[in-house]
């Protein structure tokens, strides 16, 4: 495995692209509304990113081996998706809840993030869902450090959700980012303390858990019997699922998040404790 150590210069880089994927979900929260189609946020984001920012966004047109090109500038994952949603003409209803996952690509690198929206007035349910997976994102965060390893970031995901009655997916995870869209290393959203690659400064990742009210097992949606379109994925038991995702720098003395806007949520409270 060969993980790819960010001089200054291209840290500086990163740090232009996570902040403009960043300000992409800024300006596009204040849309999620009842009423407004997936498609109709796709089209917008496509036009700010490009017209806008002056970037490229990262997954439209995008194929890894085994895919098809990805058709749409962002993914919007509602309620039982658990990523990669496609937009489409689908419109968002009250107490939905939906991930906007934002990669733009600036100057060569990748800005890559992902928010959770709750749609109108939320169940009480819904809500906290969102709530303990973007703690548990945070959990993960305040692990990175030099010396640290990837599985004390999984761990501590991990043992924060189950402890709260939640389930991890393990099909999916976090990935490093730069030049390319997805670099190594894998970031696992699970696991033990102490274990997998040593955290050194210079290293550039994401850590995006996927989270489950229900069970933990996923499956590709062919609702209804339609063709599989090659992306979606939910969950099996058709639970909700909630995603977040920053893109995170390893420093000398400890992280830096590089996803960060004038709207950016606000660290939890434990954070910095």
């Not at 973007?134 to 993960?140: H, L, V, Y």
Request: charged letters at 20%; glycine letters at 12%.
């Amino acid at each position: 495995m060969t993980i790819s150590i960010k001089t200054a210069e291209d840290v500086q880089g990163m740090r232009v692209a996570g902040r403009l994927a960043s300000e992409v979900l800024d300006m596009l929260g204040p849309l999620v509304k009842p009423g407004i189609t997936t498609g109709e946020i796709d089209r917008i984001a496509h036009d700010y990113m490009v017209n806008v920012q002056g970037g490229t966004p990262a997954t439209l047109g995008y194929g890894p081996p085994g895919y098809p090109p990805y058709p749409a500038s962002l993914c919007t994952s509602i309620n039982e998706q658990v990523c990669h949603g496609i937009p489409d003409e689908r419109v968002l209803k009250n107490g939905d809840i939906v991930n906007i996952d934002v990669t733009v690509i600036k100057d060569g690198w990748h800005g890559d993030n992902s928010r959770m929206y709750i749609v109108g007035e939320g169940s009480i349910a819904a809500k906290r869902l969102c709530a303990v997976t973007f703690d548990a994102m945070w959990k993960g965060i305040v692990k990175v450090k030099p010396g640290a390893r990837l599985g004390d970031i999984g761990h501590a995901i991990q043992t924060f959700a189950e402890n709260q009655g939640y389930t991890v997916v393990r099909e999916f995870c976090g990935h490093g980012v730069g030049r390319k869209f997805h670099e190594e290393p894998q970031v696992l959203h699970y696991g033990r303390p102490g274990t997998l690659e040593e955290l050194v400064p210079g290293m550039i990742f994401t850590i995006e858990p996927m989270i489950n009210a229900g069970k933990r097992e996923i499956k590709e949606d062919r609702k209804g019997g339609k063709p599989y379109d090659g992306w979606t994925i939910v969950t099996k038991d058709r639970s909700l699922s909630a995603q977040w995702e920053h893109t995170i720098l390893v420093t000398d003395t400890g992280y830096e998040v590089l996803t960060l806007s004038a709207g950016s949520p606000p660290p939890p409270a434990f954070v910095g404790t």
